[in-house]
């Protein structure tokens, strides 16, 4: 796991050497390193904050910055672990630093040393990687390729065997914690690059304006300073220019512990080209609400940048794959979505393919006719061979066969028809019934032409809002009971444990018991017992209709199952097996229909990652994630009141003062 700091790691003066390499040191300049091509007008500038996965990479892209600018670099300084002999710090110059010694005054050598104090200083940190610490950029001298003879031998020890075509095919997702970001040729904060690029319709490259680049510079460094556990990605393209960034910040990363097992993968405003090439991950919370899981910035709806994006995810999750996925219908994200979550439930969201019925259908003769015949065929049926004949009917009775969107639907009904996902579950965002939808997120937040700079400004404004609402409706579920409406023991039961909002979703099935006209027994079989149960349902305006609902019962294992699924489209039972089970007598809930994920206590209840019983004790990452989580617990619960408050700050304090002794008693 990835732990976001700007702090240096220190080792102790006793476990290290300092083996200085002075102006005779090995001079070196490498062709093509980190994914940067022969031929490159620019490159990004170092900063504080960058991170390699080994010195070896930090060597070669200094030395490739280095002859872009025109200069040749020195390893000025590097130390070593006195045991291991591992090396952990390293400063590296230009090769102008410094002067000529005395003794060597005297050789006939011209002298080409100024004093340029250019420099990079650099250690490896806890999470086994190299990270900037200081940087220098100005010289003080003439800057030029043509001022040095290019050395294209590289030292033995920074060798690597380079990549073949085949090689890039497998190419994983680089961890570079940059706190500086080349976005194709726009510059940074800390470069004399103008920021010069433009639109590009190029797909293997993100699509920034000029300043965009300075404004994610400005919001990462923000975040990561103020911000823990605030984790980001990004991915280069062959040529070094960036072509995906994505991040998210401590509170969200906690909840995909929470609320990570169905997810909604908004691509809505990449899709729609909209300035901004932004998707996000969103969730449900425990009052149904929408809950943010990540952001990012493509290049474009490519197999290959989702892919990445997905395995960036699953890296700062853990591994731990959603049960569910809800998309648009795109053919790259079926594909990435196979490779990357093979076993997850990849479905497409309902209302986004509704939403398009005007657009797709709004020139047919009988448009009205054939959007109500869908609509009957998509939301009123119960059973596959309903369905079927519904559709064919469709298809027959207007004489569409041949239209193409139509036919591609017909041909992935499997992935959207609600007939076909009943044993999936979607914790409330099924969309299964008219009306409902997906919203995006940052709805009302961003628009069309909504600038990167604007955006980030509202992006932190949007969570704030969320988080806001998130904490009141905390607050009202556990400091007030909702009001019963029914003498009904299941309305009782539920409301001692549930969150008002969802509490209130299922009371209102609860108060329909009294539309279902009666329950009958259908069929046994053995401890299965098959029930009918009719209910008298409005359609189209006033109308009325009876309708059949049948309803598996066992009471041996406590399964109850209707036929309409509402359990796992939105997560509580329906009135009909309600009424199946008051027929049995039953005066409670059984409790693998209670679903820890809507209680009010949730948060307290759920342990990420099995708690700290499987920490690695020499892990200091680790240690960080897990005391992390158990901070966020107590801050969670610390907002619930002004009391809560003050005895969460007393346990913060006390707790601090004791490790004070702890670290006391070390030195």
């Given at each position: 796991m990835e732990v976001a700091s700007l702090d240096s790691e220190q080792v102790p003066d006793g476990e290290c050497n300092e083996i200085v390499t002075d102006g005779d040191g090995v001079l070196t300049e490498s062709d093509v390193q980190n994914g940067v091509t022969e031929g490159r007008k620019e490159f990004v500038a170092p900063a504080v904050g960058m991170e390699f996965e080994s010195y070896d990479d930090a060597y070669n892209y200094y030395n490739c910055y280095a002859k872009e600018v025109g200069f040749r670099v020195?390893?000025?300084?590097?130390?070593?672990?006195?045991?291991?002999?591992?090396?952990?710090?390293?400063?590296?110059?230009?090769?102008?630093?410094?002067?000529?010694?005395?003794?060597?005054?005297?050789?006939?050598?011209?002298?080409?040393?100024?004093?340029?104090?250019?420099?990079?200083?650099?250690?490896?940190?806890?999470?086994?990687?190299?990270?900037?610490?200081?940087?220098?950029?100005?010289?003080?001298?003439?800057?030029?390729?043509?001022m040095y003879k290019s050395i294209n031998k590289m030292g033995s020890g920074t060798k690597r065997k380079s990549q073949s075509s085949s090689d890039a095919e497998k190419r994983t997702i680089k961890l570079y914690r940059a706190l500086v970001i080349d976005s194709g040729g726009n510059g940074t904060s800390n470069s004399n690059i103008a920021d010069v690029r433009n639109f590009s319709d190029h797909p293997d490259q993100l699509n920034l304006r000029k300043g965009d680049t300075q404004a994610i510079y400005n919001y990462l460094c923000r975040m990561q300073l103020t911000n823990p556990n605030f984790f980001y990605l990004m991915d280069f393209n062959d040529d070094g220019l960036l072509r995906n960034v994505f991040w998210i910040d401590a509170r969200c990363r906690a909840a995909c512990g929470y609320f990570g097992d169905v997810i909604y993968f908004d691509n809505t405003y990449l899709s729609n080209k909209y300035d901004i090439p932004l998707v996000a991950f969103v969730g449900i919370n425990h009052h149904g609400q929408a809950v943010l899981l990540g952001c990012a910035l493509l290049a474009g709806e490519t197999t290959e940048s989702y892919t990445w994006l997905f395995k960036a995810w699953l890296t700062c999750v853990s591994g731990h794959s959603p049960q569910t996925i809800i998309t648009d219908r795109?053919?790259?994200?079926?594909?990435?979505?196979?490779?990357?979550?093979?076993?997850?439930?990849?479905?497409?969201?309902?209302?986004?393919?509704?939403?398009?019925?005007?657009?797709?259908?709004?020139?047919?003769?009988?448009?009205?006719?054939?959007?109500k015949a869908l609509t009957k065929a998509v939301y009123e049926t119960l059973k596959v061979i309903e369905f079927e004949a519904a559709w064919g009917f469709m298809i027959q009775r207007f004489g569409v066969g041949d239209h193409e969107w139509l036919r591609s639907l017909y041909e992935e009904r499997f992935w959207w028809a609600p007939v076909y996902l009943k044993e999936t579950f979607f914790a409330g965002m099924a969309a299964a019934r008219p009306g409902e939808a997906l919203s995006p997120f940052f709805d009302?937040?961003?628009?069309?032409?909504?600038p990167l700079k604007e955006f980030l400004d509202k992006y932190e404004l949007a969570l704030q809002k969320k988080h806001k609402d998130e904490a009141l409706a905390d607050i009202e579920s556990r400091s007030s009971s909702p009001t019963l409406k029914t003498r009904c023991s299941?309305?009782?039961?539920?409301?001692?444990?549930?969150?008002?909002?969802?509490?209130?979703?299922?009371?209102?099935?609860?108060?329909?018991?009294?539309?279902?006209?009666?329950?009958?027994?259908?069929?046994?079989?053995?401890?299965?017992?098959?029930?009918?149960?009719?209910?008298?349902?409005?359609?189209?305006?006033?109308?009325?209709?009876?309708?059949?609902?049948?309803?598996?019962?066992?009471?041996?294992?406590?399964?109850?199952?209707?036929?309409?699924?509402?359990?796992?489209?939105?997560g509580y039972l329906c009135r009909h097996a309600l009424c199946v089970l008051n027929y049995n007598g039953v005066e409670e809930i059984p409790s693998k229909y209670i679903l820890p994920r809507w209680k009010k206590?949730?948060?307290?209840?759920?342990?990420?990652?099995?708690?700290?019983?499987?920490?690695?004790?020499?892990?200091?990452?680790?240690?960080?994630?897990?005391?992390?989580?158990?901070?966020?617990?107590?801050?969670?619960?610390?907002?619930?009141?002004?009391?809560?408050?003050?005895?969460?700050?007393?346990?913060?304090?006390?707790?601090?003062?004791?490790?004070?002794?702890?670290?006391?008693?070390?030195?």
């Open positions: 020195r390893v000025k300084n590097s130390w070593f672990k006195r045991n291991s002999r591992e090396k952990y710090g390293a400063v590296l110059c230009c090769s102008s630093q410094g002067f000529k010694r005395i003794k060597d005054v005297n050789r006939l050598r011209k002298e080409t040393r100024t004093g340029c104090p250019a420099m990079i200083r650099m250690r490896l940190v806890d999470s086994k990687r190299w990270r900037i610490l200081e940087v220098t950029l100005e010289h003080n001298h003439l800057l030029g390729a043509k795109c053919k790259a994200l079926q594909s990435a979505i196979a490779e990357v979550f093979p076993r997850c439930h990849h479905r497409f969201g309902l209302s986004h393919i509704m939403k398009k019925v005007p657009e797709k259908l709004g020139g047919l003769r009988n448009y009205d006719a054939i959007r009302r937040y961003v628009h069309k032409q909504t299941f309305e009782l039961q539920l409301s001692k444990a549930y969150t008002r909002e969802i509490f209130e979703k299922f009371q209102f099935e609860v108060e329909e018991m009294y539309s279902c006209l009666s329950t009958t027994q259908l069929h046994v079989d053995g401890p299965i017992i098959i029930f009918l149960v009719k209910e008298r349902v409005v359609v189209e305006g006033s109308r009325r209709e009876i309708r059949d609902y049948e309803v598996l019962y066992n009471r041996t294992a406590g399964e109850v199952r209707c036929i309409c699924s509402c359990f796992n489209f939105y206590d949730y948060k307290r209840l759920y342990i990420p990652d099995q708690g700290s019983s499987n920490v690695d004790a020499t892990d200091r990452v680790q240690w960080f994630n897990q005391l992390y989580r158990s901070a966020l617990h107590i801050v969670e619960e610390g907002v619930i009141s002004l009391d809560h408050y003050k005895v969460a700050l007393q346990a913060f304090e006390e707790s601090l003062d004791r490790v004070h002794v702890v670290e006391d008693k070390h030195e």
